[in-house]
DNA sequence: TCAAATTTGATACGTATGTATTAATCCTAT
DNA sequence: ATAGGATTAATACATACGTATCAAATTTGA
């Protein structure tokens, strides 16, 4: 799919407006305009608003499995903490990047209805699952406190990482500080790898 | 206002139907009928869906504030540290009796717009603003790490506390665990507890 | 008891939405 | 050049929404 192309362009706009303002809060005709073309090439290239919803789901997933496989094949020469360090930081930095994945799983966590399930089993349940794998591991060698079970270790440090930049609109706002700016993106990783593995 | 009043099962079907799906993806007609009422009982005592919205937003605040002040007057006998950990104890208590504020909180964050900014100048700066300095206080005084930004700080620590239960859903649908039963509550007080303050 | 406050039920209006269809036009690769 | 895919533009339809109005019925409190 070429960048420019009618249906990435389309891609990109639903992006924004799913990220924005949720599925329900998202209009067709609005995602149309943003992406300089019209209702029928939603129509033509993604049959229906659900489908074009779930396209850009699948491809936020396939960033974010990009980039905390980013380092892969660094790990086996990594110490198991400076493993977890290095997927916090991917993490961390992926979050910052698309921030619309995130608020749009929340969105639909908050509504809780056929598309939160259909999130789950098709890309959240794969991820949370490896993600506490690698976490048992870590506290195994004594990265995390052992005493704390392995889901709410995953569920703190996840939440830890993402919500600064769910809440970038109110500290933008209250602070007048852009929390995607990288000095402040460099700030919370410290700030997480500090409070959290104690460094 | 009493409890069974027809005001205030608006209110409270309001209140669900807001925080389960945010301000655009909650009718009138839903809440009226969730209350066992209809559209001119909300038109009388509410006037607009807005007035109404902000009616559930203002009441959710002042049962925030109570919980946060409930042992206000035992802080003087009180270490710093031990100031931290009732706090936070006191504020997951509320995230898990009231997840209907975080939810909207955080649909507003998201959209980004009007109403955002009337929960940011009405509620959230005021509670973000005294967080900070009690933050600031605890870190002065060892409880937390001197090099991280009490901006970070503040904000790591409450996405830490809260996240879990904005992700309920997604817990119970992936994992059949309900964190709203009071064991899994003490679970993750004293994950948040023992990671934030390596107790 | 009686007046005021509250509640019900129905109707209506304008607007926005997702979906659908169709015809015409443009682009591109064979 | 030509066929098939891509794109535009316009129109239409049923549905849901917030708001508004109004008359009647019911409850409440002095």
């Not at 799919?1 to 005709?29: E, I, P």
């Amino acid at each position: 799919m070429k960048q420019d192309s009618t249906k990435s362009k389309l891609l990109q706009a639903a992006t924004s407006v799913f990220g924005n303002q949720g599925y329900s809060g998202g209009s067709v005709r609005q995602i149309a305009e943003m992406a300089n073309t019209n209702i029928g090439a939603i129509k033509y290239h993604y049959s229906s608003k659900e489908q074009l919803w779930k396209a850009v789901v699948n491809h936020l997933f396939n960033k974010l499995s990009e980039a905390i496989m980013q380092d892969f094949a660094l790990w086996p020469s990594m110490s198991p903490r400076d493993r977890v360090v290095n997927s916090t930081r991917n993490y961390i930095y992926f979050c910052a990047k698309y921030p619309e994945l995130n608020r749009i799983i929340l969105s639909e966590t908050i509504q809780n209805g056929d598309r939160l399930h259909w999130i789950a089993e098709n890309h959240m349940r794969f991820f949370i699952e490896r993600s506490t794998a690698w976490m048992a591991i870590a506290q195994e060698n004594g990265v995390y406190p052992k005493e704390i079970s392995v889901l709410n270790l995953v569920f703190v440090a996840m939440s830890a990482a993402q919500n600064l930049f769910l809440m970038a609109p109110f500290v933008e706002h209250a602070f007048g500080i852009d929390v995607f700016k990288n000095d402040q993106i460099e700030k919370h990783v410290d700030a997480v790898v500090k409070l959290l593995l104690n460094e």
